[in-house]
T-cell receptor, first 113, second 115 residues
Framework: QKEVEQDPGPLSVPEGAIVSLNCTYS??????FMWYRQYSRKGPELLMY????GNKEDGRFTAQVDKSSKYISLFIRDSQPSDSATYLC?????????????FGGGTRVLVKP | GAVVSQHPSRVICKSGTSVKIECRSL??????MFWYRQFPKQSLMLMAT?????????EQGVEKDKFLINHASLTLSTLTVTSAHPEDSSFYIC???????????FGSGTRLTVV
């Protein structure tokens, strides 16, 4: 069983819809949670970063962490075709140089005009 | 925000030759660099972690003599693929950790094709 599970998709939604993405994890030591967006043939771009449990909102993006359920989510409101990409969750137990991230497998999202 | 410049973006080389990929942190000091490999439609696979001035730590199964990593300064790390073979063809991405922000900033990736 992988440490971080993420549905590979593809997830296809019409423009303007809410995109709902999630990851589950097994390591209770994870405290730092990140969501990255990766366009084809590009490096990942950090979208959201949260520490411990709770919600965080940034523009059209909302990240949620439920540590009791070991479940994190990313919601994208008013989705646009430019949101079509692969979304990767990542997490780590501590914030320190040299500490590697554990990634989910990524969910491919397609927003249809 | 933090920017990591990775070059080249694409390279084609002949089998048996070596290829060097550079990653530079442009506006912050990268105490740690991570090198990843990514196959089509798959997630990132960590190859190695390097700290400035130290030898790199390689993940299990990664040949350190084949994938040479140098992190000689706080702004530059290089990955050299030695004696490249077609099976080394892949997308290579670096990530730099800096203490000024949360810190894991990725380069734009290098697509290596060995013919």
């Amino acid at each position: 069983q992988k440490e971080v599970e993420q549905d590979p998709g593809p997830l296809s939604v019409p423009e303007g819809a809410i995109v709902s993405l999630n990851c589950t994890y097994s390591n209770s030591a994870f405290q730092y949670f990140m969501w990255y967006r990766q366009y084809s043939r590009k490096g990942p771009e950090l979208l959201m970063y949260t520490y411990s449990s709770g919600n965080k909102e940034d523009g059209r993006f909302t990240a949620q962490v439920d540590k009791s359920s070991k479940y994190i989510s990313l919601f994208i409101r008013d989705s646009q075709p430019s949101d079509s990409a692969t979304y990767l969750c990542a997490m780590s137990p501590i914030k320190a140089a040299g500490n590697k991230l554990t990634f989910g497998g990524g969910t491919r999202v397609l927003v249809k005009p | 925000g933090a920017v990591v410049s990775q070059h080249p973006s694409r390279v084609i080389c002949k089998s048996g030759t070596s290829v060097k990929i550079e990653c530079r942190s442009l506006d912050f000091q990268a105490t740690t660099m991570f090198w990843y490999r990514q196959f089509p439609k798959q997630s990132l696979m960590l190859m190695a972690t390097s700290n400035e001035g130290s030898k790199a730590t390689y993940e299990q199964g990664v040949e350190k003599d084949k994938f040479l990593i140098n992190h000689a300064s706080l702004t530059l790390s290089t990955l050299t693929v030695t004696s490249a073979h077609p099976e080394d063809s892949s997308f290579y991405i670096c990530s730099a950790y800096g203490t000024e922000s949360y810190g894991y900033t990725f380069g734009s990736g290098t697509r290596l094709t060995v013919v």
